[in-house]
């Protein structure tokens, strides 16, 4: 499983511009609420973990906070970089978070954003602990696909070709349909049970997104799953999701997506 997760969380590298075109960002109250939930002071010193290209960094540097960023790829690390040109309070540097040098209680917030469930929890929840300050906060947040009415049973229709072409992603046997909102599952207790935060508040911000049958590949192009196919599986796959968008789906299809955040307070 550790392996299969190492191996997975690096392929994003390989195809870091497109991801940073394509894959959607965040709902711009959520950077506010960080703010507010968290207590950060105005300047404060935020650690992020797996900032990717910058999707959320750049919210927080506009905001005019101090950010160290530790990325895995070098890649995507690169792109980072320069979406921060503009930030020279934002540095980024490339490294594995369970092995990278943090000074105790240097950072105010620790934030990562659609990234922590690649750590190991047993590891990263008291190296993120003794990073930040007393009275010091966690946020975590993610983007989820879940159920839309707009979505007319494109995803459904899509599984089947998924059982034909590429099982290995989704099988039968696993595939339920994407989650109604209330489905998706809450990480509190895996937070609380870590024993070093409390205090947890959580917020949900629902949106659409619209894709035609390009952009939409695109997107699944920067998928871990997608991306670990072989280039003829891969290749079968894609187009009968062409097919199936252009001949049942009049050319566009709308996607549902959940962004969910905790944010805890240091214990």
């Not at 696909?145 to 998924?162: C, K, L």
């Amino acid at each position: 499983m550790a392996d299969d997760r190492n191996r997975l969380r690096t392929t994003f590298d390989e195809a870091a511009s497109l991801y940073d075109e394509v894959r959607p960002g965040y709902p711009e109250e959520l950077f506010d609420e960080v703010v507010s939930l968290s207590g950060i002071p105005a300047g404060g010193r935020i650690l992020e973990i797996g900032c990717g290209t910058g999707q959320a960094t750049v919210p927080f540097a506009r905001r005019g906070y101090r950010i160290l960023c530790i990325e895995l790829g070098e890649n995507m690390a690169a792109v980072a970089r320069r979406n921060l040109e503009g930030y020279p309070r934002a540095e980024v540097q490339t490294g594995v978070f369970e092995e990278f040098p943090l000074q105790d209680g240097a950072f105010d917030l620790v934030v990562s954003a659609t990234a922590f469930h690649w750590l190991d929890p047993t590891i990263a929840y008291p190296k993120v602990a003794g990073a930040l300050r007393d009275g010091g906060s966690l946020a975590l947040f993610w983007n989820v696909h879940v159920h839309s009415d707009a979505g007319e049973g494109f995803f459904e229709a899509a599984q089947r070709i998924y059982e034909i072409e590429a099982p290995e992603i989704v099988g039968p046997e696993d595939y339920k349909g994407p989650p109604q909102p209330d489905e998706v599952p809450d990480r509190t207790d895996e937070i609380q049970n870590s024993g070093h935060f409390g205090g947890i508040a959580t917020r949900h911000y629902r949106w659409d997104e619209t894709y035609d049958s390009r952009s939409y590949l695109r997107v699944l192009s920067t998928y871990s799953g997608h991306r670990s196919l072989s280039y003829d599986t891969r290749d079968r796959l894609f187009r009968g999701i062409v097919d199936l968008i252009g001949t049942r789906f009049d050319g566009h299809i709308v996607k549902g997506y959940l962004t969910t955040l905790y944010v805890a307070n240091k214990k």
